[in-house]
């Protein structure tokens, strides 16, 4: 089967820098995503990593080793709005058809 | 434009009953999917729909969900004899196809039976 482990909570000040750590164990890897999720509202989609290294959007950057089964969601310049569970998910092992999510971790940024 | 939407927003039902819960993909997205979310939990798959291909069902929990998509469009996920366990936030989404890397979700259903 496959699975995904993320911390479930994680706490953090306004302007600091916050990692979100996923390790995952899949028969075959098709790429590692990340999605945020306001309390109430939908996930949306924040990066996609398919090889390995660091792929940066704005305050928001992604990194993946496939060597180690393991990627990071890193958030920069922490602002309020951040507050939200962040969910990794990947590919079923079959291929595109479905997303595998892990149970999400919670950041809560304070001022 | 306009993204996934879903209806009802909120369903109250009594233990036994039939619900019926509908999506609406983006235009032209051929790719749907069905998740269910528990308080404080991850999406748990359900079915998914791309184009005229037979529906993989494989995350279905019990033969009381039934999921058909019309025209390739508009979905409906139709649960029977709902339980309690069957309370949770039912999410739908959509993809411009099955291989791409980012799924648009709808703000979905709060399903809740008594």
């Known amino acids: 089967g496959q699975s995904l482990e993320q911390p479930s909570e994680v706490t953090a000040v306004e302007g600091a820098i916050v990692q979100i750590n996923c390790t995952y164990q899949t028969s075959g890897f098709y790429g590692l995503s990340w999605y945020q999720q306001h309390d109430g509202g939908a996930p949306t989609f924040l990066s996609y990593?398919?090889?390995?290294g660091l792929e940066e959007t704005g305050r928001f950057s992604s990194f993946l080793s496939r060597s180690d089964s393991y990627g990071y969601l890193l958030l920069q310049e922490l602002q309020m709005k951040d507050s939200a569970s962040y969910f990794c998910a990947v590919p079923d092992s079959g291929g595109y058809n479905k997303l595998i999510f892990g149970a999400g971790t919670r950041l809560a940024v304070h001022p | 434009g306009a993204g996934v939407s879903q209806s009802p927003s909120n369903k109250v039902t009594e233990k036994g009953k039939d619900v019926e819960l509908r999506c609406d993909p983006i235009s032209g997205h051929t790719a749907l999917y069905w998740y269910r979310q528990s308080l404080g939990q991850g999406l748990e798959f359900l079915i998914y729909f791309q184009g005229n291909s037979a529906p993989d069902k494989s995350g279905l929990p019990s033969d009381r969900f039934s999921a058909e998509r019309t025209g390739g469009s508009v979905s409906t996920l139709t649960i029977q004899r709902t339980q309690q366990e069957d309370s949770a936030v039912y999410l739908c989404?959509?993809?411009?196809?099955?291989?791409?890397?980012?799924?648009?979700f709808g703000p979905g259903t709060r399903l809740t039976v008594l």
């Open positions: 990593n398919a090889l390995d």
């Open positions: 989404a959509s993809s411009p196809s099955s291989g791409a890397n980012e799924q648009f």
